[in-house]
């Protein structure tokens, strides 16, 4: 039996690279946007206007919206996932304004390592032995980016270690009720109870915000939206062995950024630790793609493993 990963019909792997790219700038600038606008402003009160600028983003498919039929159970996941996804917004936001770019974006990979433990705890996936090996991996990626015993470990680094299983829990949900329900009606409902979770924490610790960070929080939920886009048009477009190793490169861009527009270090152990993290994630990808797309051709050889 041999292994083949031929695109499908349709596919366009180069149109899937520059989508990803777009995708990768458009979450950048979401970091260094946030960077920029979310300083001197609660973490809730900016997470929470985030999303409620990001809502004339969804004006389009409110009519999609409201034909949903959403049971009672279903209504509760949606609302379980919008308080962990809500959560998880609000440790990110807080981590963006005490450690630098590179570092968030490097630990937001450990992400897909999350999903796949959770994966297996809840739905009884196998963790076979690659998946074992990649997922040490990244948790190795993950001390040398900390570098524990080396250097102090600040609550930014704290705070993002719980963004990564916060929405680990919201991505595990979106599997459940994407099930269900159409990919529009699941990522308006995020949006919507995430907005509506938010709202009482940012109001407790409410400050006046200039026109500057309104403006500039606008602009991150728009290239928040336009990276979710790009993402999903990346994944029609092409495998995702072709896309995933793509996603590298917000490393790389965003320690650019930190490095010219906010004077950050480059620090080469952070791009280490999110290379041995970014590798994992594409390696447990890979093996899956090439476990879906398994066919049998002549003469029949010895099984790949």
């Known amino acids: 039996m041999a292994v083949q990963s031929v695109p499908e019909a349709g596919q366009n792997p180069v149109a899937g690279i520059l989508w990803m790219l777009a995708t990768g700038i458009s979450f950048v600038a979401v970091t260094a946007l946030v960077k920029l606008s979310a300083q001197g402003l609660p973490a809730a009160q900016s997470a929470f206007l985030r999303y409620l600028l990001g809502l004339v983003f969804l004006l389009p498919i409110l009519g999609q919206l409201s034909r949903a039929r959403i049971g009672r159970r279903r209504l509760a996941l949606y609302g379980g996932r919008g308080l962990a996804h809500a959560l998880g917004v609000i440790c990110w936001f807080f981590a963006m304004t005490r450690i630098p770019v590179a570092e968030v974006t490097a630990m937001n990979y450990l992400n897909p390592i999350y999903v796949t ?63 269900r329900d159409e990919a529009s009606v699941v990522v308006a409902m995020m949006s919507v109870t995430v907005t509506i979770v938010l709202a009482p924490l ?12 309104v403006v500039g929080l606008f602009f991150v939920a728009f290239f928040a939206t336009a990276g979710h886009y790009g993402m999903t048009r990346a994944f029609r477009a092409a495998p995702l062995t072709v896309t995933q190793p793509i996603t590298f490169l917000q490393l790389v861009w965003a320690t650019l950024v930190g490095w010219l527009a906010f004077g950050e270090a480059v620090d080469g152990w952070v791009l280490l630790g999110g290379g041995l993290i970014v590798g994992s994630v594409v390696f447990i990808t890979w093996r899956e793609a090439v476990i879906k797309r398994r066919v049998v051709t002549p003469p029949a050889g010895a099984p790949e493993t």
Do not use: C, D, N
């Not at 940012?202 to 960070?213: D, E, K, T």
């Open 117 to 179: 433990l959770g994966a297996a705890l809840l739905f009884g996936e196998r963790l076979a032995a690659r998946r074992i090996l990649a997922i040490a991996a990244a948790f190795l990626g993950v001390l040398v980016i900390l570098r524990p015993g080396f250097r102090e470990i600040s609550e930014g680094h704290v705070a993002m270690l719980f963004t990564a299983a916060l929405f680990g829990i919201s991505y595990l949900t979106a599997k459940l009720l994407s099930e």
């Open 202 to 213: 940012a109001l407790a610790v409410w400050v006046p915000p200039s026109w500057q960070q």
